[in-house]
């Protein structure tokens, strides 16, 4: 079965400075992988997707995120954060029965 | 495109009684739908799959008695806690897939569920 770790709970940023988070993930095969941010009290919206080729993906809002096959991993980035990137981050991996595995989700608040 | 609408957002109810929750997949046709459970500060965790014009799949530990999907059409489940118990008080999700967009899911807006 597959899984994800995202390792950081809250991460802390000011305002205009650099954000990375981290996902691993554990899947056998091939892995479709996602990145979803959420608002408090307000459903998923999707950042950006892995399905296959480049493995750097661009995303909406400005983030982007690379692949990396040898460390399982899919690490979600921004060059410079905004007050509205405070939010719940959640990676995701898919298998082939179309389900998808969240990781426990990672904090981000945005310091002036 | 690709929007999904759940109905209510909000709802409060007595213990004991029960209460439905609709997905929507607005623009497409969904042949399947998930259901997730959310609690404060947590993730979301997968209760169940809903394909259209078949029974749900529920996940290990979900009672399908109490958490009751329907598919009736391409574009709406509906789920209904029966017998509501404040211990059901969650953040319920559901999202739809669209055919040929591989395992991509679009999310509803969520229904805070509060039983009293």
């Known amino acids: 079965a597959q899984s994800v770790t995202q390792p950081d709970i809250h991460i802390t940023v000011s305002e205009g400075a650099s954000l990375e988070l981290r996902c691993n993930y554990s899947?056998?095969?091939?892995?479709?992988l996602f990145w979803y941010v959420q608002s408090p009290g307000q459903g998923l919206q999707l950042l950006l997707k892995y399905f296959s080729g480049d493995t750097l993906v661009q995303g909406i809002k400005g983030f982007e995120a690379e692949f990396k096959r040898s460390q399982s991993s899919f690490n979600l980035r921004k060059p410079s954060v905004h007050w509205s990137d405070a939010a719940e981050y959640f990676c995701?991996?898919?298998?082939?029965?179309?389900?998808?595995?969240f990781g426990a989700g990672t904090t981000v608040t945005v310091r002036a | 495109g690709a929007v999904v609408s759940q109905h209510p957002s909000r709802v409060i109810c007595k213990s004991g009684t029960s209460v439905k929750i609709e997905c929507r997949s607005l623009?497409?046709?969904?042949?399947?739908m998930f259901w997730y459970r959310q609690f404060p500060k947590q993730s979301l965790m997968l209760m169940a799959t809903s394909n259209e014009g078949s029974k749900a799949t529920y996940e290990q530990g979900v009672e399908k008695d109490k958490f009751l999907i329907n598919h009736a059409s391409l574009t709406l489940s509906t789920l209904t806690v029966t017998s509501a118990h404040p211990e059901d008080s969650s953040f319920y999700i559901c999202?739809?897939?669209?055919?040929?967009?591989?395992?991509?899911?679009?999310f509803g807006p969520g229904t805070r569920l509060t039983v009293l």
């Open positions: 899947y056998g095969a091939t892995p479709y």
């Open positions: 623009d497409f046709q969904a042949t399947t």
């Open positions: 995701a991996v898919g298998a082939v029965d179309y389900k998808l595995s």
């Open positions: 999202s739809a897939r669209r055919p040929n967009s591989y395992n991509e899911q679009f």
